[in-house]
C-alpha cells in the first residue's frame, strides 16, 4: 500500500500564502502522477494540480494559475503546493492522491487539511 498524509493547512488572511505539503509513503512502485484537490463547504471535490512522474506539472483552474505552484522533492518523498495571493474563495479542505498506472482515477487518498482564508 501507497499511503499520502497532508499538512500545512491553517487559517491565513487573505493575500498570504501556505505551502501544503503531501508525504508520500509506503510502495511507491507505479505512480503515475501526485494529484491535489480541494473541497469548499457546499461545493464539489474539484482538482487544483498534478505533477506526474516525468515531472510535468497541470493546473486544472484558471483562476489559480499563477498563484499555485505544484513541486515535489524526490529526497524527501513529497510533493508541495505553495499557494500565494490566497484569497478568500480559495477556502476548503485540500487533499492529496494518488493515481496509479493503469488507473483512471485517483485513489490513495489523504484525509484532507483544512485552509481557511478570511476576507
Known amino acids: 500500500q501507497v499511503h499520502v498524509v497532508e499538512s500545512g493547512g491553517g487559517l491565513v488572511q487573505a493575500g498570504e500564502s501556505l505551502r501544503l505539503p503531501c508525504a508520500v509513503s509506503?510502495?511507491?512502485?507505479?505512480?503515475?502522477?501526485v494529484g491535489w484537490h480541494r473541497q469548499a463547504a457546499a461545493k464539489q471535490l474539484e482538482m487544483v494540480a498534478l505533477?506526474?512522474?516525468?515531472?510535468?506539472?497541470?493546473y486544472a483552474l484558471d483562476s489559480e494559475r499563477g498563484r499555485f505552484t505544484i513541486s515535489r522533492d524526490d529526497a524527501k518523498y513529497t510533493v508541495y503546493l505553495q499557494m500565494n495571493r490566497l484569497k478568500h474563495e480559495d477556502t476548503a479542505v485540500y487533499c492529496c492522491?494518488?493515481?496509479?498506472?493503469?488507473?483512471?482515477?485517483?485513489?490513495?487518498w489523504g484525509r484532507g487539511t483544512q485552509v481557511t482564508v478570511s476576507s
Open positions: 505533477i506526474l512522474s516525468n515531472g510535468a506539472t497541470g
Open positions: 509506503g510502495n511507491m512502485f507505479n505512480i503515475a502522477a
Open positions: 492522491a494518488i493515481l496509479r498506472r493503469g488507473d483512471s482515477k485517483y485513489d490513495h
